[in-house]
């Protein structure tokens, strides 16, 4: 924990020192340019260089804007002979307190309305670092012009100009260094690539050459001067668009030093009566440029974040589809094996019901359907059409009771009577033998009826004759004549007259219940 913590006092210091540094360094460039050694410079990259290492390293880095600048004021003053040491160090710390001021109060203007995001990739948070510039600027020459005026370095009656240069130099600084350390110190926007570093190459040499002519003022060949500040504007509209922020404030601070080396020499379209005139107008013409082709290139890469994010989410969005083209294509096939299942049920089921069609209307003997509480026929085969010589028409009008004779209607209705005996030749499920019961209930789940096992094996003779190919009444009757079956409930075999043997058939009363249920009372004997 020790080491950590001394690892991490070491990197402050190591980062104060830097930027004590690097402050020093640029106010030095600034106060060769100073107004009438009051240090009050138009040309000061310092305030964007403080600025920048706010926003980047954070507001711990304070007491290194304030070393910078102390004793840059110190050896300015002490170099021009402005005051007594004592004043000139009372006067420097006072003026390295504003310089930090401005620098932290630009620093919390930007966090407070843009956020922790670089302000030069949207062209609002672009107007909005224009205006903190603007604002946060007032507060070191309100100090330092003040203090200056107060220690008698600067006459009062230069107040006002005195002012409007420090504030003049301290926003230039910050609108053309700021970008440029923000810009560099972040992740670049879009990848490098061998063309791209050549076509870069290419803008910053033609740049430099279209500045030094147009802040020269002359054109090759000729001696005489011309007002040729705008001909630098072209390249920097190239760099704006085809490489963003950085390039727009790469080709900005090349642009404007080329200009300030010029007007200092005394050419140019920006001369005046004074150097510091002449700087003046030049930083006003450098500002409104620069603010121009950052707010350009901030609109440049807010588009191309734009696009980024729209094809992020085109990509998403296809990959979403081919996911659920997928899903769905599944889904597809499954539906088709259950469509090719269901499809072969219903065939099975089509082949199943023509086979007992064909059970019922090939069977040779009289068969028909009757509803249990109407006695009416609702289904006939074409055995009992040619035995009883009604049509099925006429059959599906009449009852059951209309084929018996008339001695047995009443017996007939009966049949439902509580405490009825009949007869019939079959026997109880019960008495089926072998797994019937139990094979019965487990497929229908429900236990067999009293002619469960007949009509079972009665299905058997006749789903063998279709089977066997006999699908018409008579090739049904042969073949059923000529069988000797063994089924659950009895020995099936036929006489010579077509009838069933009786010495095989099971016969059993059966007793009605008040449920209207049946019940096995005995077996009858065989005559």
Not at 447 to 472: E, Q, W
Request: hydrophobic share 45%; with cysteine.
């Amino acid at each position: 924990m020790r080491s950590h913590l001394q690892a991490l006092r070491s990197r402050w210091v190591i980062g104060i020192l830097s930027v004590a540094l690097l402050y020093y360094f640029g106010a030095t460039l600034g106060l060769r340019l100073a107004f009438e050694k009051t240090n009050a410079s138009p040309v000061w990259p310092s305030s964007g260089i403080a600025l920048a290492a706010v926003l980047l390293l954070g507001y711990r880095i304070w007491p290194g804007i304030a070393l910078g600048a102390f004793l840059a004021n110190v050896v300015g003053f002490l170099a021009n002979q402005a005051a007594s040491a004592s004043t000139v160090l009372v006067v420097s710390a006072v003026i390295s307190i504003g310089n930090t001021l401005e620098a932290m109060a630009g620093a919390f203007l930007l966090q407070r309305w843009v956020g922790a995001g670089n302000p030069f990739y949207r062209t609002q948070d672009g107007f909005t670092f224009t205006a903190v510039a603007f604002l946060a600027c007032c507060v070191s020459p309100s100090v330092g012009t003040t203090s200056v005026s107060l220690a008698g370095i600067a006459p009062p009656a230069a107040y006002g100009a005195v002012w409007f240069t420090w504030w003049l130099g301290d926003t230039m600084g910050a609108l053309l260094v700021t970008p440029l350390l923000l810009t560099w110190g972040g992740a670049p926007q879009t990848r490098s690539s061998a063309s791209r570093r050549v076509e870069a190459g290419l803008l910053f040499v033609s740049l430099l050459v279209a500045s030094w002519v147009g802040f020269g003022g002359r054109l090759p060949g000729t001696e005489a001067q011309y007002p040729l500040a705008f001909l630098p504007i072209p390249w920097l509209v190239w760099a704006a668009f085809r490489f963003g922020p950085r390039g727009a404030a790469s080709a900005a601070i090349l642009t404007s030093a080329v200009a300030v080396w010029h007007t200092v020499h005394g050419v140019g379209p920006f001369v005046q009566s004074s150097v510091n005139e002449s700087l003046l107008l030049l930083q006003a013409f450098v500002g409104i440029v620069t603010v121009t082709i950052l707010t350009m290139a901030a609109a440049v890469a807010e588009r191309r974040g734009a696009e980024a994010r729209l094809r992020t989410a085109h990509d998403g969005l296809e990959a979403r589809v081919e996911e659920r083209t997928r899903e769905l294509v599944q889904v597809n096939e499954r539906l088709q094996g259950e469509i090719t299942e269901r499809r072969r049920a219903e065939e099975a089921l089509q082949r199943s019901e023509e086979r007992y069609r064909l059970l019922f209307e090939a069977n040779p003997y009289p068969m028909w359907v009757f509803d249990a509480e109407t006695f009416g026929f609702l289904a006939v085969n074409d055995a009992a059409i040619e035995h009883y010589g009604y049509s099925r028409d006429e059959f599906l009008a009449m009852t059951i009771l209309d084929i018996r004779p008339p001695e047995d209607a009443p017996a007939a209705r009966v049949l439902a009577a509580a405490g009825t005996i009949v007869s019939c030749p079959c026997s109880p499920a019960s008495k089926a033998g072998g797994t019937f019961v139990a094979d019965y209930k487990a497929k229908w789940n429900t236990d067999p009826g009293t002619y469960s096992d007949v009509a079972f094996d009665a299905a058997n003779i006749f789903l063998k004759g279709l089977d066997a190919g006999n699908t018409t009444p008579a090739k049904m009757l042969d073949f059923v004549n000529g069988i000797n079956y063994t089924g659950v409930a009895n020995t099936y075999k036929f006489t010579s007259t077509g009838e069933l043997d009786p010495q095989y058939i099971k016969v059993w009363a059966f007793k009605f219940g008040p449920d209207g249920k049946t019940t096995p009372d005995q077996e009858a004997p065989k005559s």
